[in-house]
């Protein structure tokens, strides 16, 4: 799946190999487009009332906090296949909540609503395999129009959902048959074939690594510095009695994204949120993959700062559903002293997570005080003004 934005490159430039970076960017922008898309599309169907300036903070916080620009600072094929990945899996997902808000009298958007969301999901399989969790999402979010409004049992529904699933399998049976062809098994996506020290073959499956792990990836602390870049790398603190592949860390999810804190003020709006359950299980379903995956992760590789990449996406984008969600509840019914905080507070959150991934993109390895020292130089100067 890569191939797709690596080739047009090559063919409209006349270079061969050309390097992931410029492709990368590409991506990075789609990504970013998708979460506007998916915002916009979730505020139609959810929170018609949303203001603009929320549907404009939940989506820029949810772009900004990605690690898309972390993962641009090391233009690798490693980087590239993680960020095709992240990258499909929200086209996904905006294009099946585009397929849930299309009137069914428009029949051929909806069809291709579906089956382009559905090749986007595929395609993750050939990417980032362990991102396919995210196909889950697929039910809450089509299950009311299809199985709710039995639609699923006419004609036209029966045609949809071929259209939904052709290119799945379509998708599926091109991978298997060349993972069968180069590795032995279709089921072999060819990872136990790194040339790496990680040995993925012998990892096995050790409870101990389950918690630390975890912890850091959700809830780390990064170090703290007083000079430019202000953040400072740290490793991932265990007892646990063997081998656990780290790198340098550059703090949790939860503890450095503060766009994120807005789940926990779901418990306090349960009885509006139960009224919504397409909604709640869409974030539900979230949180449980986020949890998943950070558990495959650690026991398939190890404990390395951009395998947040592989949850970080939708779980933003369950933040962002969470903000509008605390808006929508508000205007319902004004509370004037926390309608000012939450006024307040987002735009906050979303800054809060621009300064740390600005922080973050200066700070990790490799270092672009050595690969540009200019830039670095340069940024450092006008950031300490002072100096």
């Given at each position: ?104 009298n ?10 382009f ?5 595929a ?13 889950a ?11 709710t ?110 766009l ?105 390895e ?22």
């Open positions: 799946p890569c191939l797709l934005f690596q080739l047009p490159f090559e063919a409209l430039t006349g270079i061969r190999d050309l390097p992931p970076a410029l492709p990368m960017i590409l991506l990075a922008w789609l990504y970013i487009l998708a979460v506007f898309g998916f915002v916009k599309q979730a505020a139609r169907r959810w929170f018609p009332q949303a203001s603009a300036a929320a549907y404009l903070l939940t989506a820029a916080g949810a772009a900004s906090g990605t690690q898309i620009y972390y993962l641009l600072h090391r233009p690798s094929v490693y980087e590239y296949a993680i960020l095709c990945g992240a990258t499909f899996v929200l086209w996904a997902l905006w294009q099946w909540l585009c397929a849930a808000n299309t009137p069914v428009r029949r051929k958007a909806l069809a291709f609503h579906l089956a969301g559905s090749l986007c999901l395609l993750v399989a050939g990417c980032r395999p362990q991102m396919v969790l995210f196909a999402l697929a039910l809450p979010i089509l299950w009311p129009r299809y199985i409004e039995k639609r699923l049992c006419t004609r036209r529904g029966a045609g949809e959902a071929a259209a939904f699933i052709l290119p799945v399998v379509l998708v599926a049976v091109g991978l298997m048959w060349y993972n069968a062809a180069r590795f032995g098994s279709p089921f072999d996506f060819g990872a136990n074939y790194n040339l790496t020290s990680n040995d993925m073959t012998r990892r096995g499956f050790a409870v101990g690594r389950i918690a630390p792990a975890a912890v850091t990836f959700l809830a780390g602390i990064p170090g703290v510095q007083t000079v430019f870049p202000y953040l400072a790398a740290t490793r991932m603190q265990t007892n646990y009695m063997g081998l656990t592949i780290t790198e340098l860390y550059y703090g949790g999810a939860f503890a450095c994204l503060p994120l804190w807005g789940l926990a003020a779901l418990p306090l709006a349960r009885r509006r949120l139960g009224s919504r359950r397409d909604l709640r299980t869409v974030i539900r379903l979230v949180l449980v993959c986020t949890a998943a995956l950070a558990v495959v992760d650690c026991q398939m590789a190890g404990m390395l700062y951009r395998y947040q990449s592989d949850w970080l996406g939708p779980l933003l984008l369950a933040a962002a559903l969470a903000w509008l969600f605390a808006e929508s509840v508000l205007q319902a019914r004004p509370i004037p002293a926390l309608t000012k905080a939450l006024r307040t507070a987002l735009p906050l959150a979303v800054l809060a997570g621009v300064c740390y991934n600005f922080c973050v993109y200066f700070a990790a490799p270092q672009l005080m050595g690969q540009n020292p200019a830039l670095y130089e340069n940024v450092s100067r006008l950031v300490q003004f002072w100096l």
